[in-house]
């Protein structure tokens, strides 16, 4: 991974942290704010409550005065004696709920002083109201009617302040609610927007090193063809120089025949041969030398007689492939085996057939053998010829030595004689310059052939570089994700709960559009942490680090707890779902179960999420046999909406689905059926 990549996702990943922990800090800061003016409201209208209990305890004493001055019956006095009672702890208690406000605390003064005075009044009255005469009363009602109006006015301005306060508190409670709201949306908007940029990073890092080991890959098979290429090449000039070796000096033709049989032989790694020569004047081919065969073969062929005549008149290599047994026989020494393939290369020399060279082996005959017969045969031929010329040449000589006294009857013969081993000479000079002229070649072949190893050398150490780079790269792969998920699921966690708080609206103080942005702020965050899951998922099985836990399972527990996760699910969507057991299967099979339901889930919830209303999901388990082995076959069916033949492999690689409208409409990671490609693989599956 490249410095640059890694500095761009380090400081997304750091703005991500900061943002959620700025994110939850003003959430933290805003819901206390809002617990506390929550604290004030209520304590305002215990406030006013305790006001108008106060209120209502005095109008009571008052009435209960009138009815005792109107009838002078005592129990009219009750409610004076039961307000009388109340009134000073009532008052007590509102000194302190206005304990944190002065002004009230004034009031409140004035109030209890107001109060006593009227208490003063009707004590001052006493309890006996039968010489009250018509005048007294009226005195006593216009008294304790001002005193009384005076405590109401007190009353009413000490609950016109609250009501004043209790305004201007639910406003700021109300402010602040929207605040958090606002900055919780705008705070996981940003959140979701970093995650999906560092996503995007790396799957882009993704791509890059797959097409990096693509290359990779493609230029190791160019190098391995090359050198493939190289080695049969290598091989090829080796046979040629070693079979040029034995061409050069003066053999007899038995000797010559031999010694080229023998090397073609062990060169190719073939089990026999034979070598024969074809002698023009006779017109019959003749066996000069044999490798590894019996004695009895026969010796001499005319052209078109059997293989070897056959062999003869044609110019390129004759294979031949299950020979009968009456055919050939290679001597083993106690017993005599049977080849299964044969080859015959023609020699011809300027059209000139000059003898036939037949292989014969127990499997098949590669390429490289032929490609080397043809190389070579030319070059035999034409030492042959030459051979042959300088046997002729000695036979001559020989013949010019036995007749020397008869040497002037047959001078003009012997002058034509020498002008065509004039001739010969040359050709025999020009044959010797070829193979020089070969032999050049063949060093310079030699020297290019060093440079190129030593360039596959030098290729095969940039590709161990390579490799030990994507390792490299694979590993802060891994650890980027472990981390990243492991840092955003735990802030993440904090906002889940926050928002869950939210939507669940306890002290139901939310409106109704508060707790469905709240939901929201749930489902979005729950979807985000599902895809963070599936990331350390699918990073833990690119990594290899799956641990699998073998175990004998009962296929019956698996399709029992599959049918019970999705029935629920089923019901609520109405949908058909139907798990059947086609017989026989077998009782237990020896698996991970962990990961096989992680694979029925991610099928199932598929089929579900793709399947409308009275639709068809069907889960079916059945024995199917391969290479004589039984297997168990798991498949889900579902009549939902289809996958496209040219999508049906992409949806199993990673962030793909069947086209962009799928997942606006139905949602989704595109992770699941990737995961359970990777662990089907991982479980032989």
């Not at 044969?342 to 036939?356: P, W």
């Not at 963070?532 to 690119?542: C, M």
Request: overall charge neutral; charged content about 25%; proline content about 2%.
């Amino acid at each position: 991974m490249s410095s640059v990549i890694k500095r761009r996702l380090n400081t997304g990943f750091a703005f991500g942290i900061l943002l959620v922990l700025v994110v939850g800090a003003i959430s933290f800061v805003s819901l206390q704010k809002q617990y506390h003016e929550g604290e004030l409201v209520r304590h305002t209208y215990r406030v006013i409550n305790h006001l108008q209990g106060i209120q209502n305890t005095l109008i009571d004493m008052e009435t209960g005065r009138r009815g005792f001055r109107t009838t002078n019956e005592k129990k009219f006095l009750d409610p004076y004696r039961i307000g009388l009672a109340n009134i000073s702890p009532s008052i007590s208690e509102l000194q302190r709920l206005f304990s944190d406000n002065p002004e009230q605390l004034q009031r409140t003064a004035k109030l209890k002083m107001s109060i006593d005075d009227l208490l003063l009044f009707w004590k001052d009255l006493g309890e006996d109201a039968g010489g009250y005469s018509k005048e007294r009363i009226s005195e006593i009602m216009s008294g304790e009617k001002t005193r009384m109006d005076r405590i109401r006015f007190q009353l009413n301005e000490m609950a016109s302040v609250e009501n004043e306060l209790l305004k201007s508190r639910e406003i700021r409670n109300k402010s602040s609610k929207a605040f958090t709201q606002c900055g919780l949306i705008i705070g996981i908007v940003l959140i979701l927007c970093i995650v999906i940029l560092l996503i995007m990073q790396v799957l882009q890092e993704f791509k890059n090193r797959r097409k990096a080991e693509e290359d990779l890959q493609k230029n190791y098979s160019e190098l391995s063809l090359v050198d493939q290429q190289n080695s049969k090449r290598n091989w090829l000039l080796n046979g040629l120089a070693k079979v040029n070796d034995i061409l050069q000096g003066h053999l007899d033709e038995g000797t010559f025949s031999g010694r080229v049989l023998d090397t073609v032989v062990k060169y190719t790694g073939l089990e026999a041969g034979a070598f024969y020569t074809y002698n023009n004047d006779k017109k019959n081919i003749l066996l000069t030398a044999s490798y590894a065969l019996p004695d009895k073969i026969k010796k001499e062929y005319a052209l078109h007689e059997g293989l070897v005549g056959q062999a003869a008149i044609e110019r390129e290599p004759v294979i031949i492939s299950e020979i009968p047994a009456k055919y050939a026989l290679v001597s083993g020494g106690t017993v005599a085996v049977e080849p299964v393939h044969a080859i015959y290369t023609s020699l011809y020399q300027n059209n000139e057939l000059k003898g036939i060279i037949e292989l014969l082996s127990f499997k098949q005959v590669k390429d490289e053998t032929i490609q080397l017969l043809k190389l070579i045969s030319n070059n035999i031929a034409v030492a042959l010829h030459a051979l042959n010329e300088r046997e002729k040449v000695q036979q001559l000589l020989e013949q010019v030595q036995r007749q020397k006294e008869v040497l002037e009857h047959q001078q003009e013969e012997l002058r034509q004689t020498n002008e065509e081993l004039t001739v010969q000479a040359e050709v025999l000079q020009t044959s010797e310059e070829e193979l020089r002229v070969q032999e050049e070649e063949l060093r310079q072949i030699n020297a290019e052939l060093k440079e190129k190893n030593v360039a596959i050398e030098n290729a095969g150490r940039s590709l161990e570089r390579k490799a030990l780079e994507l390792e490299e790269s694979s590993k802060y792969k891994s650890e980027f994700l472990a981390n990243m998920s492991h840092e955003l699921r735990t802030p993440l966690n904090s906002v889940l709960i926050l928002g869950k708080l939210l939507a669940e609206n306890r002290d139901h103080n939310l409106t109704e559009k508060q707790v469905t942005h709240a939901k929201i702020i749930y489902k979005s965050g729950s979807d985000l942490l599902q895809l963070i899951n599936d990331i350390l998922d699918l990073s833990k099985i690119e990594a290899g680090k799956v641990d699998l836990h073998i175990e004998d399972v009962s296929v019956k527990t698996i399709a029992l707890d599959v049918e019970q996760l999705f029935s629920v699910v089923a019901e609520e969507k109405g949908i058909k779902y139907v798990v059947e057991m086609h017989d026989p299967i077998p009782k237990k099979i020896k698996t991970d179960k962990q990961k096989v339901a992680q694979v029925l889930n991610n099928l199932l919830s598929n089929a579900f999420k793709f399947t409308s209303e009275k639709g068809t999901v069907a889960l079916h388990f059945k024995t199917v046999k391969e290479n004589n082995i039984d297997y168990l076959s798991i498949s889900v069916a579902d009549t939902g909406i289809g996958i496209a033949p040219d999508k049906q492999k992409v949806i199993f690689e990673a962030f793909q689905q069947a086209d962009g409208s799928t997942n606006r409409k139905y949602g989704g990671t595109g992770l699941g059926l990737s995961i359970t490609k990777e662990l089907i693989r991982i479980l032989k599956g």
